[in-house]
């Protein structure tokens, strides 16, 4: 069974959830005492800022934590109230302002264990091209979308872990891990996580890197096409044309079409990304062979998107099809993410800095997720498709700052945290007018704090206290 949660947002919509900024889930389950628990961590001069940044700790952050749930053995974190699971793209983010709080270290190594057990366990049942994986989401037993109960009472989701999610989801467990570990120093968190980390890395190469070009593409274990368009940004334009295949060398029995035919500059340069990460925490870890190791792959992937996804003409890297390196024509917001990553060269970044700084991305609320004159810009619901999503942004804007560009970087920022404080925190907005879309307070839109925390506006201020 195939449950997408943005379809159920776009049939109900967001009106169906609690208010962004006094969510019943997440105050109930946090108190009213959260600016007192944060206010000796963080310095915040601008009281709206502030206000801002108590919401975001309470419905986006403390709010998102659960306690143990078979087969949970640990805590762990939801990103949305109607999301009954944890993901790994919006963990990531959660976990890096959980860090900010001293008295949250075993939270975050109690989240960071749901994913090391999980590993565990479907490497103990799975063949060896399969080990390593860990799901976009694990859920609880009792898990039952809510939202999917909504549309249809009768409907139960599968609970069978051995065979669904059979997907996996953006690689930045590496990062998020980073993040949490220049906060706090939690030199025992990254001893435990970096093998298991490596071990997903080794998954994701093998299975997604299917013909060993240095390029991810996507897929899922089930064969379902949107399971596997959901690994990435899931309704990205450049997906259109995606078809499932089976795996292009590996012969034998038991093989199904699991296996995509577009890569993605998106998830490659994620994966470059947690490689990177990963180097760093082995390095602290001690273990000079990991990081050795890791370094190839992250050479081999910045040399093969620098060949084949570099689009001079658009400026950005496309996706390209896997058979044949041809690049597909249209740049989605995982066209930037390369600069996260440093893939570009310093002249390759100047020039994605021109185009984004121009009106095809820089929409009223940048940046939109796939150029305003695209023609499918605002279509199939917009998820994906001209809408703005702040960990996107956030994650843009830095890749900027690291190349010099500044001042755009601060622009988007600074747009992204005004339309913030002026409408609420939401999953995402829409790029013309700034109006709140998706579900309130969730988890991956603390990124409105998390851009000003680390020194990339220029109109707001606040940082993290130094210890």
């Given at each position: 069974m195939?449950?997408?949660?943005?379809s159920?947002?776009?049939?109900?919509?967001?009106?169906?959830f609690?208010?962004?900024l006094r969510?019943?889930f997440?105050?109930?389950?946090?108190?009213?005492?959260v600016?007192?628990?944060?206010?000796?961590?963080?310095?915040?001069?601008d009281?709206?800022?502030?206000?801002?940044?108590?919401?975001?700790?309470?419905?986006?952050?403390?709010?998102?934590?659960?306690?143990?749930?078979?087969?949970f053995?640990?805590?762990w974190?939801m990103?949305?109230d109607?999301?009954?699971?944890q993901?790994?793209?919006?963990?990531?983010?959660?976990?890096?302002?959980?860090?900010?709080?001293p008295?949250?270290r075993?939270?975050?190594?109690?989240?960071?264990?749901?994913y090391?057990?999980?590993?565990?366990?479907?490497?103990?049942?799975?063949?060896?091209?399969?080990?390593?994986?860990i799901?976009c989401a694990?859920?609880?037993?009792?898990?039952?979308?809510?939202?999917?109960?909504?549309l249809?009472p009768?409907?139960?989701?599968?609970?069978?872990?051995?065979v669904?999610?059979?997907?996996?989801?953006?690689?930045?467990?590496?990062?998020g891990?980073?993040?949490?570990?220049?906060?706090?120093?939690?030199?025992?968190?990254?001893?435990?996580?970096?093998?298991?980390?490596?071990?997903?890395h080794?998954?994701?190469?093998?299975?997604?890197d299917v013909?060993?070009?240095?390029?991810?593409?996507?897929?899922s274990?089930?064969?379902?096409?949107?399971?596997?368009?959901?690994?990435?940004?899931?309704?990205?334009?450049?997906?259109?044309?995606?078809?499932?295949?089976?795996?292009?060398?590996?012969?034998?029995?038991?093989?199904?079409p699991?296996?995509?035919?577009?890569?993605?500059?998106?998830?490659?340069?994620y994966?470059?990304?947690g490689e990177?990460?990963?180097?760093?925490?082995?390095?602290?870890?001690?273990?000079?062979a990991?990081?050795?190791?890791?370094?190839?792959?992250?050479?081999?992937?910045?040399?093969?998107?620098?060949q084949?996804?570099?689009?001079?003409?658009?400026?950005?890297?496309?996706?390209?099809?896997?058979?044949?390196?041809?690049?597909?024509p249209?740049?989605?917001i995982?066209s930037?993410?390369?600069?996260?990553?440093?893939?570009?060269?310093?002249?390759?970044?100047?020039?994605?800095?021109?185009?984004?700084?121009t009106d095809?991305?820089?929409?009223?609320?940048?940046?939109?997720?796939?150029?305003?004159?695209?023609?499918?810009?605002?279509?199939?619901e917009?998820?994906?498709?001209?809408?703005?999503?702040?960990?996107?942004?956030y994650q843009?804007?830095?890749?900027?700052?690291?190349?010099g560009?500044?001042?755009?970087?601060?622009?988007?920022?600074?747009?992204?945290?005004s339309?913030?404080?002026?409408?609420?925190?939401?999953?995402?907005?829409?790029?013309l007018?700034?109006?709140?879309?998706?579900?309130?307070g969730?988890g991956m839109?603390?990124t409105?704090l998390?851009?000003?925390?680390?020194?990339?506006?220029?109109?707001?201020r606040?940082?993290?206290k130094?210890?």
């Amino acid at each position: 069974m195939t449950f997408n949660r943005r379809s159920f947002l776009a049939a109900v919509g967001a009106a169906a959830f609690a208010d962004p900024l006094r969510g019943a889930f997440a105050a109930d389950a946090v108190g009213d005492d959260v600016a007192e628990r944060i206010r000796p961590y963080l310095d915040c001069p601008d009281p709206a800022l502030w206000r801002l940044a108590v919401d975001v700790y309470r419905n986006c952050v403390l709010g998102k934590v659960r306690p143990p749930e078979p087969p949970f053995r640990h805590r762990w974190i939801m990103p949305g109230d109607h999301y009954k699971g944890q993901w790994i793209w919006d963990t990531m983010f959660v976990v890096d302002l959980l860090a900010v709080l001293p008295d949250q270290r075993e939270v975050i190594r109690e989240a960071f264990q749901n994913y090391w057990d999980y590993q565990a366990r479907w490497d103990a049942v799975k063949p060896d091209y399969a080990r390593g994986f860990i799901p976009c989401a694990m859920f609880p037993d009792s898990h039952r979308f809510s939202a999917a109960v909504l549309l249809n009472p009768t409907l139960k989701v599968n609970r069978d872990w051995k065979v669904w999610p059979a997907y996996s989801q953006i690689p930045i467990l590496g990062w998020g891990m980073e993040r949490v570990y220049r906060r706090n120093g939690d030199i025992e968190l990254v001893r435990a996580g970096i093998g298991p980390i490596e071990r997903f890395h080794d998954w994701y190469w093998r299975e997604r890197d299917v013909t060993d070009v240095g390029l991810i593409g996507l897929g899922s274990y089930d064969g379902d096409i949107q399971n596997a368009r959901n690994e990435t940004f899931d309704y990205e334009c450049d997906l259109d044309d995606l078809k499932m295949t089976p795996h292009p060398l590996r012969k034998g029995p038991n093989e199904g079409p699991w296996y995509g035919d577009i890569l993605v500059p998106g998830n490659t340069a994620y994966l470059i990304l947690g490689e990177q990460s990963l180097v760093r925490l082995a390095q602290a870890a001690g273990d000079a062979a990991m990081a050795e190791r890791r370094q190839a792959r992250i050479q081999k992937g910045i040399a093969a998107m620098r060949q084949h996804m570099w689009d001079q003409k658009t400026g950005t890297f496309l996706a390209v099809k896997r058979d044949s390196l041809e690049k597909v024509p249209v740049a989605t917001i995982g066209s930037w993410i390369p600069l996260m990553a440093g893939v570009p060269t310093e002249e390759m970044a100047a020039r994605m800095a021109d185009v984004l700084a121009t009106d095809e991305w820089m929409t009223p609320l940048p940046v939109c997720t796939v150029g305003r004159h695209d023609p499918r810009f605002g279509t199939r619901e917009s998820f994906w498709r001209g809408d703005v999503w702040p960990p996107t942004n956030y994650q843009i804007a830095a890749g900027l700052s690291q190349y010099g560009h500044k001042e755009l970087a601060a622009k988007i920022v600074d747009a992204t945290v005004s339309n913030a404080l002026k409408v609420g925190v939401y999953e995402r907005y829409d790029s013309l007018t700034g109006k709140p879309l998706g579900v309130p307070g969730n988890g991956m839109s603390c990124t409105v704090l998390t851009m000003v925390l680390n020194g990339l506006s220029r109109q707001y201020r606040a940082k993290v206290k130094a210890k």
